[in-house]
């Protein structure tokens, strides 16, 4: 018989997969990230290549293959399709929503803070972003997560298992993300053992070298490298070192020292991003940290955990919006315990029937979350503000009809899943014109005639390969990129500017797409009548050549 947590755990599930993919067929693939998934994973699937990832037809050395695989086996199941493509991280954000749930129950045993945990993180606005996208940052979360949740029960409970199961989710995120899955997490780990002992050496009931003991569980570490060493010994045994230069080298130790996109390389960038992607939680967040206790196991680690990554990720030359995620797991669990206290009073332990405080530090900014979004459809034209505005009479009857209902924490838990699933199910819908504006998909309408060569001037547009089944060629343009970056990552057909003029008059009915960036030094090299402008979407020109 299925016991009542086990229950919560499918539910939380089902709720996540059901509510994140219900809009999925209509959320176009997007470039330059998403696309270059989708294609590795077509392509594998076209060379039967289960191994060795490839793009363009040839290996690609940019990322281990737990993502690929997934996505292959999403289309050897269900076909080649938007929605398809996105079903992995679907399921991978209804995997994190419930391991949430379970190790916060194993850490507080209250069914209470389980529930919230999962609910803040379902509604946080970066994993509700990534769980949406087709990369490998979802998958990343999941096994970063159980990492986080499993040596923290480890420790605190001098429990081995729990560490063995840690050592498991590293070995995933090593096939998932590469050597910074381990190396990360393991840093943060002895610098959390090294910050134990220096608090806890005059207890007499502690000992460093039972710490030591759980850190480098021997099990754990067998069952490391028997889960993430095969791939990277077969690919070392199949490319040699072109493995060796082109992922570890390239994509790994080249991107963490040479900026990918070196206007976005400042030091402040994760102290903006990382506030915002909390949202709408980050004020209650805040509040709670005046709250940390250094002698608290769990502050402490949760500390550690938050300052290392952001700090990591600062330090690191190639900056995504993406790769502070794991940052903000402890935050999720300082934001419940803010909220329960908010939620309980303290004479006498049950429900508070005043919510003011509640209300200050938690709807007021929802309220304000809600807002923000609704008006943004008014700045944008192709944006429909009805998903949003009947968004909000929902909430509104539901916060009216349901107030009279809620006398516990849970149940408040429980009734806040309906705003809030509403919000992101009306921004859900709302965002595709968005999307389709970063989507090679808004040129399939203009161009009738794909027997006829495409060109991309100065960038490229993976997704059209998704889309129209016909590569483009870039037209390689000067950039003040690093080369390392143009000859690693640049595996399309690719002809340099001055090809491309010198054979002008034999691209006869050749289409060109040009980013805004490029048009006037294109029509200039290309003045009517040499190439006619079929039409202008929000972020290109496409033209055929006369």
Known sequence: MINNHMLRIG????????????????????????????LSAITMLKHNSWISPMIYDQVWYDKPPLTYWALMISYKLFGISDFTSRIPNTLVAGA??????????????????????????????????????????????????????????????NDKSAMV?????????????????????????????????IIHKKDKNYK????????????????????????????????????????????????????????FNVWYYYLLIVPLSLLPWTPVILYQLKNIKWN????????????????????????????????????ILWAAIKISELLIDKETGEFTTSLKRFNYWVTLPLGIYYI??????????????IPLIVGSFIIVCTVLIGGRY???????????????????????????????NQSGLQFKTFIEDTSKPIYVYGTYYTSIVYYMDTTPTQIFVDTTDDPRWTAGKALMPTITKETFLQQRNENHGSYVIVPQKYDKEFTDSFPYPKAKLVNKTKIASIYRLQ
């Not at 176009?28 to 696309?35: G, M, N």
């Not at 090593?174 to 134990?196: A, M």
């Not at 490391?224 to 070192?241: D, K, L, R, T, V």
């Not at 502050?299 to 919006?321: E, R």
């Open 11 to 38: 539910v939380l599930f089902l709720l996540t997969v059901l509510s994140y993919g219900f809009y999925n067929a209509y959320l176009p693939i997007t470039d330059p990230v998403e696309s270059n998934y989708v």
């Open 372 to 385: 923000i979004f609704t008006f943004a459809t008014a700045f944008d034209k192709s944006l429909n503000s």
């Open 165 to 197: 199961k840690a050592y498991i989710a590293a070995a995933l995120a090593v096939i998932t993300k590469g050597p910074v899955g381990i190396l990360l997490p393991g840093l943060i780990l002895i610098i959390y053992v090294c910050s134990r002992y």
């Open 406 to 436: 809620i006398t516990s924490a849970f149940r408040l838990a429980i009734y806040a899943v309906i705003p809030l699933l509403t919000l992101y199910s009306a921004i859900t819908i709302t965002v595709p014109p968005v999307l389709f």
């Open 296 to 331: 608290d196991d769990f502050d402490l680690f949760g500390v550690i955990w938050f300052i290392i990554i952001v700090l990591f990720y600062s330090l690191v030359a190639t900056k995504y919006i993406t790769y502070t995620l794991p940052a903000i797991i402890p935050c």
């Open 96 to 157: 994190s929503v419930a391991l949430m749930y379970h190790i916060a129950y194993r850490m507080s045993k209250s069914t209470f803070a389980g529930v919230l945990c999962a609910i803040l993180l379902m509604s946080t606005l970066q994993f509700w972003y990534i769980s949406h996208a087709v990369i490998t940052d979802g998958f990343l979360f999941l096994f970063t997560l159980a990492i986080f949740g499993y040596s923290y029960l480890a420790f605190t409970n």
């Open 208 to 263: 460093l070298s039972n710490d030591v003991r759980l850190l480098f569980n021997p099990l754990g570490l067998l069952f490391f490298i028997g889960i993430a060493s095969p791939w990277y010994i077969a690919m070392y045994s199949i490319h040699g070192n072109q493995f060796i230069s082109g992922f570890l080298g390239l994509h790994n130790v080249d991107r963490a020292l040479v900026s990918e996109h070196p206007k």
